[in-house]
């Protein structure tokens, strides 16, 4: 299950809540994908009280990976948790155990990650949570291993990367 979502509701955001995807089995060979294990592309749309327990495997470059949201824009992620295998063998992927890469005036609240990320690609950015964002996080957390052997990769254990406005508060990481 690959959701790309817009949101366009009364108060201007679309809500996915109460799911949960389980022991599945994603795979990708595209470059430039967007993989999320609830959706992979979120705009103006709220995710809420949702889990994945998944592996993904992923081949293509500059792929966008999470293991709840590939990439978030604009949207309120709450109550979230991944429990993933992420490997990817493609060169300037973004990776991430909750979401891979967040975009502007969007809030991550009260989610974990325990995550398991291996990458053997170049030019990375590898998070226990977040591979890169700037998005605010609150009361979050990662645990897990993570290890890559690529050249130019950048790496933390609780985010890879974080821009302007990526605010973190109350999180920590033990991966």
Partial sequence: LIVVAIGSSSNGKTEIKDISITQSHFENLSAG???GGITGYTQWCNLKNCNTSIDVISRGNYSIVGG???YNFQNAIEDCFSISTITSTGEGST????ISAGGQLGNIDRCYA???IESTGDSCYI???AGST???INNCYSKGIISASGKGCVIGGFIGGITTGGNITNAYSVC
Avoid at 95 to 98: A, D, E, F, I, P
Wanted: net charge neutral; aromatic share 10%; proline share 5%.
């Fill in 68 to 70: 709840i949201n590939a």
């Fill in 114 to 116: 325990n995550i398991n």
């Fill in 134 to 136: 700037h998005t605010p």
């Fill in 95 to 98: 990776l991430g155990g909750v």
């Fill in 127 to 129: 998070g226990g949570f």
């Fill in 33 to 35: 994908t967007y993989l």
